[in-house]
């Protein structure tokens, strides 16, 4: 079982920098591949980025490609999500997602979730 605690998120003006934490209460946090999704009020939920479990290999969708950058500290346990030059359109909750298989964008293919950091960006 894995347990995971989002925060940093906020109310951020356009263009200012917002870095997500996702904290994961589990001995083995190296065996698991890390995502971020959002869901915004109305819509499905959709993936952001992801990282394998070695941090060497990441993913993103293509609105945030180039502003966003997922990362993981696994002596910390915590997988990151620093959000450079946010949008309104950005404005969601943010969650982080684990699975022990490769990382993917399905958001179907991962087994734990945390509860979700909300993100709202004004211009």
């Known amino acids: 079982q894995v347990q995971m605690v989002e925060s940093g998120g906020g109310l951020v003006q356009a263009g200012e920098s917002l870095r997500l934490s996702c904290a994961a209460s589990v001995s083995t946090f190296s065996n698991y591949a890390m995502a971020w999704f959002r869901q915004a009020p109305g819509k499905e939920r959709e993936f952001v980025a992801s990282?394998?479990?070695?941090?060497?290999?990441?993913a993103y969708a293509e609105p945030v490609k180039g502003r966003f950058t997922i990362s993981r500290d696994n002596a910390k346990n915590t997988v990151y999500l620093q959000m450079r030059s946010p949008k309104p359109e950005d404005t969601a909750v943010y969650l982080c997602?684990?699975?022990?298989?490769?990382?993917?964008?399905?958001?179907?293919?991962?087994?734990?979730w945390g509860q979700g950091t909300q993100v709202t960006v004004f211009s």
């Open positions: 997602a684990a699975r022990e298989g490769p990382p993917t964008g399905d958001v179907g293919r991962y087994d734990y």
């Open positions: 990282i394998s479990q070695s941090g060497r290999m990441a």
